[in-house]
């Protein structure tokens, strides 16, 4: 274990290195925020009551105060979460043990939506009760929800859980309006049955034992996890996170020697051997393995290029259930929330402050793969992610397809 809290000490100090100021980070993610479509909905009561109540939120949790937390949001007696699926990260399982924990009922919206449409429903719901409480964003769209608007107004409220001061600084906005609740690198999961050799680098999928066995979670013209992709393929083909073109070309050579299919892979199709090979997060891969015990599914981080991101929980401004947002995100920075996200086989937030203190099981770390692989990953900040997405969105439907 000393080895692997070694190397995550490591990997902390160089992603606090890296750490862009505020005011860059919210220059450049204004266009994200301008990208949001914004609908009309009904009004109801909630945002008199709402008013009535914000006198009183606390925009920080202490041991004083937890709890009010706690009885006010038993009060509230109910969630509303947005895109979390129950495989992912095991939300499930982190869901459920909340509602058992504190009595509140969840209502989990659109689970398979994206970070575009869990701040969409902010803004279109914001008078209705079936509003959204709290997002899990992407880092964009995450920034996107602290930029406001032309009247003043933000998406996200700000509140800093009580395990504040042990979330890395470079994961959250130092004035509490979101912070990163856990990462995944990029992986090769595989059918060990349909697959061999097992890849164990990019260039390894070149190989014609991989004929028509390669695919990814989505295209990157829509989906994080292949854009994820198409930034670790750039890291180990000569590119950067600056430079993403290397990336493209690599998938176009993939699919020129027809190794890479355009099938978006799946529970399904993983399940089914529809794809042999998944290029997709580590989290969503190694649970996979877990899942579907009869295909022999494998996963291995790539040696050659170790691309990470990480989302970030928020409350919106708008929540109908206030206090309620804030005992969830108490729970998710707890050890308990924090252990289970890595039961999941996501990295947590406060995962440097756990490892220091020795609490968490080797079982949970041993169920990762090689912690020396882990420490090369890279990040790539908001200006990088929307330069990439620009130069995917111009050279990839020619040179690789949908």
Known sequence: MED???????????LAESDMSRSQMLRRSAAAAVGLTILSAPGTAFAARRSLAGSSLPTAGTAGNFAEIVANAKKEGHLNTIALPPDWANYGEIMSTFQSKYGIKISNANPDGSSAEENQAIESLKSNSRAPDVVDDG???AIAGTVPNSSGQRLFTPYKVQEWNTIPRAMKDTRGYYYGDYWGVISFGYNSSLVNPAPTSWQDLLKPAYKGKVAMNGSPLT????????????????????????????????????????????????ASGQTPISIDWDYL?????????????????????????????????YAPHPWAARLWEEFLYSDQGQLL???????????????????????????????????????????QQTAAKNLIAQQWPSKVGQ
Not at 5 to 13: M, S
Not at 306 to 312: I, M
């Open 223 to 270: 989906a994080g996890a292949a854009v994820a992709g198409v930034f670790a393929a750039a890291l180990a083909n000569g590119g950067s996170l600056s430079n993403v073109a290397p990336g493209v070309d690599f998938f176009q050579k993939l699919k020129q020697v027809g190794n890479y299919i355009p099938v978006q892979s799946t529970p399904q199709t993983v």
């Open 4 to 14: 692997y809290e070694a190397q995550e000490v490591e990997f902390w100090r160089r």
């Open 139 to 141: 880092p964009a769209f």
């Open 341 to 383: 996200w890595l039961k999941g086989y996501s990295h947590p937030a406060r995962f440097q402050d756990l490892s220091s203190r020795g609490v968490i099981p080797k079982s949970l770390l041993t169920a990762l793969p090689s912690a020396s692989l882990y420490a090369k990953v890279k990040f790539a900040n908001s200006g």
């Open 285 to 317: 891969n190694l649970g996979y393995a877990k899942e579907f015990p009869a295909a022999n599914w494998k996963v291995a981080v790539p040696s050659d290029g170790v691309y990470g991101a990480y989302y970030c929980q928020a409350i919106s401004s």
